[in-house]
């Protein structure tokens, strides 16, 4: 027996976990589709560079908010270079959600769903979902006069559907918790797990165009009486 590799495996090893692993995932997955070297044709349709788009952004929304989290409020409120990098976080925030929405539209419009990709569609919707909710804990822990604000608006709607007991939007601890740490980390999954299910079943198609309905036949033409004929 031979591994993904082409190299034998020997009955020891094909008992092995990791040998299991690396055989599932290059089955699943293999290097062909992981970094491809083409792409179709209508890849290059500008619809398919919001995707993109909104990887890029949260890029720059991790790395910007890092550096937040490593200086703390005092910084970003007070100092030049903090309120700089604080308003780099929140307009990449901005495109992040700008270029997600129009991605989440789109492929909506094209049956993103279409060709056994159910599980791609459906890991970019709640990818979407739990970034709101990274995004409102991010309100949530500005620790100004909008975060306090918003916190107690939304403290009484919590409370009236019976879970602000476990999730206390004043509570700044727990918010700048669920904002640095959980939900990042809940939404990078998602985009991982949402690129490989891309790369295994590629990019979605275009609907096919409709055939043209063929033009209905002309009537035959009607004779006309020859000259000197009787009426």
């Not at 159910?118 to 909008?146: E, M």
């Not at 055939?211 to 009607?222: F, I, L």
Request: charged fraction near 15%.
């Amino acid at each position: 027996m031979s591994d993904g590799e082409g190299r034998s495996v020997s009955p020891e090893e094909q008992k092995m976990w990791t040998t299991w692993l690396r055989e599932r995932a290059v089955s699943a997955l293999p290097p062909e589709k992981l970094l491809p070297d083409r792409q179709p044709a209508y890849v290059s349709s500008w619809i398919y560079v919001f995707g993109v788009a909104t990887i890029a952004a949260l890029v720059v929304v991790v790395a910007s908010g890092m550096i937040l989290g490593l200086k703390g409020p005092e910084w970003w409120h007070v100092t030049a270079i903090g309120r700089f990098f604080n308003g780099i976080h929140l307009w990449a925030v901005e495109l992040f959600f700008f270029a997600m929405v129009v991605h989440l539209w789109g492929k909506f419009f094209m049956g993103a769903w279409r060709g056994g990709r159910g599980r791609t569609w459906v890991t970019g919707a709640i990818c979407f979902l739990v970034a709101i909710g990274a995004a409102f804990t991010g309100y949530l822990s500005q620790q100004n006069f909008d975060s306090q604000w918003i916190a107690s608006e939304g403290k009484d709607g919590l409370n009236s559907v019976g879970i602000g007991s476990f999730f206390n939007v004043v509570d700044f601890g727990q918010m700048y918790t669920f904002h640095v740490v959980l939900l990042p980390l809940a939404v990078i999954a998602l985009v991982v797990w949402h690129v490989l299910l891309v790369r295994r079943h590629g990019v979605v198609p275009p609907y096919p165009a409709k055939a043209a309905k063929p033009a209905p036949p002309s009537p035959p033409p009607q004779a006309t009486p020859s000259e000197g004929s009787a009426p």
